[in-house]
């Protein structure tokens, strides 16, 4: 290092590390490429050891299947989903109708601009047949770790229904979002604040 004369370095100058993705986040982000450029069918080992770089055996290694791979993509962009969530509960630790609000608008807004999701909807309308099972072979999955995740979060308010009924209210919140991800009906802060009023209402109610 060289001391400038009148000038002494700072730890805190240093330039910040910079994050490397690991070799499973370039895998599937070239199975993300390859499926929205040709298709999930196009979409194999081969393809994405020549894209990354890496022997075929290595992404059998990293990933395994093609189901496993399809699993993986579904389960990332889920992570990705539910940490908006996470940080709207944690945004509004006093306030459950506005972090319920936050959530869906977080949840909704992400939607509308992720290009998987749009391919998997496609496929639902029959443009890539061959994409379904990221969404159909997972819906269960996906629909309980969103519940689970929601659950546990709302478990630290104090809200006055019974279990039962608060099982049933998280479910219905769950199950409504997912439905406005997959066939969205307008813009996601109005969609969320509707949300949000069904919600309030039922809190109201008990």
Known sequence: MVNLPGITARPWARPEPVDVPTLRDRLLDAATHLLLSEGWGRVTMARL????????????NEIGTKKDLAEALVMRE????????????????DD????????????????RNNALLHAVVSATHG?????????TTHAEFLLGGAK??????????????????????????VRVVLSHVMQPS?????????????????????
């Open 49 to 60: 050891a020549d894209e990354v770089g890496v022997s075929r055996q290595t992404v059998y």
């Open 148 to 173: 689970l995740v929601v659950g546990e979060r709302i478990a630290t308010y104090d809200i006055p229904l019974p279990e039962d009924r608060l099982d049933s209210a998280v479910d219905m919140v």
């Open 127 to 135: 443009a890539d047949t061959e994409l379904l099972p990221l969404l």
């Open 96 to 111: 459950l109708v506005q972090a319920i609000r936050d959530s869906a608008r977080r949840v909704l807004k992400y939607a």
């Open 78 to 93: 889920l992570d990705r989903f539910l940490a908006g969530v996470v940080r709207s509960f944690d945004e509004n630790p």
């Open 186 to 206: 307008g813009d996601p802060a109005a969609t969320a604040d509707d949300i949000a009023w069904i919600v309030e209402r039922v809190l109201r109610a008990d």
